[in-house]
């Protein structure tokens, strides 16, 4: 069976702070998918980024950055100097490659950035 | 960009009453989807659809049904809803990617209340 955790269920930091959302994955499958999205207060889902298993480099975009470590399990999320619009519930999720194509997520991380 | 509407974003609803939800894609994705999102449980599959009048379950279909007559449709109906059905839907699609998972895009959301 696949489970995503995001142990984290609320995280409140102070503009331009760091941050970092975690995110622990178990699959049994030795190919699958990471997916990382957020969700505004207006409710729709963004999608961030997705990773295949046999990627683990370290993505960049922007201000964000992702961490991914097969050894450990995680697909850790960074959000560098944080700014208000960051604010969101951010979802970690997980897929196999094959079959149908569901996608099981975490619990979710509510990140309140304040000014 | 993919574009997914709902028809709703807010719904109120008596016990016992027939709900339909309604979804519909723009990008002629083959796979769509409709989970529910309630705190602290992340979002849960109810149904999916690969293909025109081909369906399913997820991991909680109870109380559920679908449709999906054409394409870029996909509704989700509850047959009579119930207080415990009061919840975030969230509707997604993408298409079928060759050897992989390819990204889901998600709807809105319609919040459903019952009473």
């Known amino acids: 069976a696949q489970k995503v955790t995001q142990a984290q269920t609320e995280i409140s930091v102070v503009e331009k702070e760091d941050v970092t959302l975690d995110c622990v994955y178990e699959t049994r499958d030795t190919t699958y998918y990471l997916f990382w999205y957020k969700q505004p207060p207006s409710g729709e889902l963004v999608f961030l980024i997705r990773r295949n298993s046999f990627d683990e480099q370290n993505e960049i975009s922007g201000r964000y950055s992702w961490n991914f470590q097969k050894s450990t399990s995680s697909f850790n999320f960074t959000i560098t100097a944080s700014q208000v619009v960051d604010s969101a519930v951010y979802f970690c999720?997980?897929?196999?490659?094959?079959?149908?194509?569901?996608?099981?997520f975490g619990q979710g991380t509510r990140l309140t950035i304040n000014p | 960009d993919v574009k997914v509407t709902q028809s709703s974003r807010y719904l109120v609803k008596r016990t016992g009453e027939k709900v339909f939800l309604e979804c519909v894609q723009d990008m002629d994705h083959e796979n769509m989807f409709w989970y529910r999102q309630d705190p602290g449980l992340g979002l849960r599959l109810i149904y999916f659809?690969?293909?025109?009048?081909?369906?399913e379950k997820g991991d909680i279909p109870e109380g559920y049904s679908v449709s999906r007559e054409k394409k870029e449709r996909f509704s989700l109906i509850l047959e009579s809803a119930s207080t415990n059905q009061t919840s975030m839907y969230l509707c997604?699609?993408?298409?079928?990617?060759?050897?992989?998972?390819?990204?889901?895009?998600f709807g809105p959301g319609t919040r459903l209340t019952v009473l």
């Open positions: 659809s690969y293909d025109v009048k081909m369906k």
């Open positions: 997604a699609s993408s298409i079928i990617a060759g050897g992989g998972t390819d990204t889901q895009y």
């Open positions: 999720a997980l897929s196999a490659s094959w079959g149908a194509q569901k996608l099981v």
